[in-house]
């Protein structure tokens, strides 16, 4: 047996405004919407706080080098004149 709750919530209003332009596109109802959102939500492990921990590490390449010192004025226009 499927029971259903009756419930208030907060919700910002310009996603509120999101919501009803979705569920009107899909033709399904904002409740049907927001039941799928928080199953999908629930449905994942727990991503934290959003701290930078959570965060993935960021990507690491080789650049091939500095070709010039920018700190050397003359190298770097000669370089950017193409000579």
Same mark, same amino acid.
């Given at each position: 047996?499927?029971?259903?709750?009756?419930?208030? %919530?907060?919700?910002? /209003? #310009?996603? !509120?405004?999101?919501? @009803?332009?979705?569920?009107?596109? @899909? &033709? #399904?109802? !904002?409740? =049907?919407?927001?039941?799928?959102? %928080? @199953? @999908?939500?629930? =449905?994942?492990?727990?991503?934290?706080? &959003?701290? =930078? /921990?959570? %965060?993935?590490?960021?990507?690491?390449?080789?650049?091939? &080098?500095?070709?010039?010192?920018?700190?050397?004025? +003359?190298?770097?226009?000669?370089?950017? +004149?193409?000579?």
């Amino acid at each position: 047996m499927v029971s259903h709750m009756k419930t208030t %919530l907060n919700i910002d /209003e #310009t996603l !509120m405004k999101r919501l @009803r332009i979705e569920a009107a596109r @899909r &033709g #399904t109802t !904002m409740t =049907a919407l927001v039941e799928a959102g %928080l @199953r @999908r939500v629930l =449905a994942t492990p727990d991503s934290g706080d &959003g701290s =930078a /921990e959570d %965060l993935p590490p960021l990507p690491v390449w080789n650049s091939g &080098g500095a070709r010039v010192d920018i700190a050397n004025r +003359d190298e770097l226009y000669r370089l950017m +004149d193409g000579y």
